[in-house]
């Protein structure tokens, strides 16, 4: 394997696909990359055998070929390489790789590229397309309400829906539940029912975007693809049954409120310091014109003011401070409406004109006195 | 107590003072910063005995008076209050401050001023001024070489010496020497010798500089003092006897070699990345017209090529990679002279045009085979 590129791309390929990787893995194989050259591409794959990412770049290819580097090393080095034409050499039947800088080179032992697990090759299935920016901002705004306790694998994935060209993605700890519909332009020949974990919405988040350029994602039995031009991200899909979630969502309110987001969020910020020690709830109170949030604890107190339009009646209701701010910074919109059925009962937020997302909140026990 | 100033002005004063404090003290009220508005002037300070900082901003004042905050909450929240004017008030025998911002305010307990320390009132003492930029950029120079290790504290410090009108600042952890000298304008009363907290010095250089204003230092018994328009750094000196140093310095080389300092720095940082996990000591050989940087471990090897002018014999030398680095950084010169006198001893590294500044390394052993 002999080709030649730029710090820039290979920076860029490894940075892409590097967060698939552990490296540290049991399987002392997978805490490298796969670096493989054909004809004048070069595809780098990182994969922890639950997520792969590959990244394809073009090269100068003298000799086609490939090799195994520890992610550990290749990324530190790549990172410190002046910038100048880069060739990596890698002699037929040998574990290890020259990289060739200016009057300076460094070796580094990898592994036989035989021995790196095979990949699951794209399957057949449901397949769509979206515009990349679309679908890195929907999932930002469920992505907040996953879960991370293992133990109920099911809630730290999204449940992503296709119903005739309805797309839909669900998440839910069981405290805060985030709900986002999107039509689709085209109908996929069938309709898609899969939970896919955050961890691989997270990097398709990271790596997707800042382009109107499409996403094709394409559904099989056990694995979900997602294809760029020059990505490829593939996961593992969650096994299980999602639970019904729609049953939770309260149809009527007795109380509601529009407020300006960002006031609301910043209030709920401030007030959050206070409590950050301790129990981490702070009261909203519904009154005439605006929305007061507060709370008093060892440290002092807070009473923050939040002028609105209110509707209904006037209502009490305390919320964890931290899943308040998480579910404001995820409405994307300037103006909210916030719809409560009582001090007991989960509160629904909405942007305030936007019918395709919900999200809601659980409310939490007052402190005790 | 009672003023109106404004976010940034607040977020100013208490950034300043914040690194003299620590949030966890033993003496619970040296957890927070001493505020007191006295005229047009709020004066904040923050200690914890050995390094303390105050600094003074214009505010609007109602009523004169002082409180004491938990650092741990007010830092924060002024880092989140919004950018409106900002009212601090406290009711005379309280020892809570309401801020008040907009419609909203927020209630700190404190701590009573009058059980705040009493600072150290600036001694008759030596005193000398010099330019802002000029101490930083010197301070910078030799505070990577102090040690870090509390058995010694001498060595924990910088030696301050001004002997008629030349200032020197040496600092050592005994692997390592860096000097600095600077003529100043004046010549101060006495001579001064004093050795500095390492501490405080990090301080000084992360408040002064970005600036050609004068700072005035004045050198008492037991303290030093650093002193600017809206800044008061007052610090205790380290007690003891500076080990005598000039005598290290080695006099006479064998070799010399005159390179561009950040090549061979990243040729230093490169290979570093391959001894970070094991014994971190790195090459270098002397040869005509370069000096090579190379290593071998277990994760493979690399072999730099700095071309440099070399005079006398060709010699190889190992060196611990951090602390290379370090010297090179510190060196604020884009060409350096490194002198050498053999394998076992230690290195000078100097500008190539500065007669102002050396430091000295001592080699490391070589890795076994």
């Not at 099989?220 to 996961?235: D, P, W």
């Amino acid at each position: 394997m002999k080709f030649t590129t730029s710090k820039s791309t290979l920076a860029y390929a490894i940075g892409t696909v590097q967060k698939a990787v552990s490296p540290r893995s049991p399987l002392p194989i997978l805490s490298g990359i796969l670096l493989e050259v054909h004809g004048d591409q070069l595809t780098v794959t990182g994969s922890d055998t639950e997520l792969t990412i590959q990244c394809t770049v073009n090269v100068e290819t003298e000799n086609e070929g490939s090799i195994v580097l520890p992610i550990r090393y290749i990324a530190d080095l790549v990172r410190y390489l002046p910038d100048v034409p880069i060739q990596f050499h890698t002699l037929p039947e040998s574990t290890s790789t020259t990289i060739i800088y200016g009057t300076s080179q460094v070796n580094i032992h990898g592994f036989e590229p035989e021995q790196y697990p095979r990949l699951p090759a794209v399957e057949k299935g449901a397949s769509f397309s979206l515009p990349q920016d679309a679908l890195r901002d929907m999932l930002r705004q469920v992505l907040f309400a996953v879960s991370t306790d293992e133990t109920r694998p099911i809630f730290t994935g999204v449940l992503m829906q296709v119903t005739g060209s309805q797309l839909r993605l669900v998440a839910t700890d069981t405290y805060r539940l985030a709900v986002r519909r999107f039509q689709l332009d085209q109908e996929p020949e069938q309709q898609i029912n899969a939970v896919i974990p955050g961890k691989t919405l997270n990097e398709v988040v990271r790596l997707t975007g800042g382009t109107e350029d499409e996403i094709t994602i394409i559904c099989g039995e056990n694995h979900v693809f997602f294809l760029t031009g020059t990505l490829k991200i593939a996961s593992r899909l969650i096994a299980g049954q999602y639970p019904p979630y729609e049953q939770v969502i309260p149809r009527e309110f007795i109380t509601r409120t529009r407020l300006a987001t960002r006031e609301i969020l910043e209030a709920t910020e401030r007030a959050s310091l206070l409590v950050r020690e301790g129990y981490p709830v702070v009261q909203f109170t519904l009154q005439e014109n605006s929305c007061v949030v507060s709370v008093q604890t060892q440290v002092g107190w807070i009473r923050e003011e939040v002028s609105g339009v209110v509707e209904g009646e006037p209502l009490e209701i305390w919320f964890n401070a931290r899943y308040m701010s998480e579910s404001l910074r995820a409405l994307g919109s300037e103006e909210l409406s916030l719809e409560l059925t009582g001090s007991l009962s989960a509160a629904v937020l909405r942007p305030a004109r936007e019918e395709n997302y919900l999200s809601l909140l659980l409310p939490a026990k007052p402190p005790k006195e």
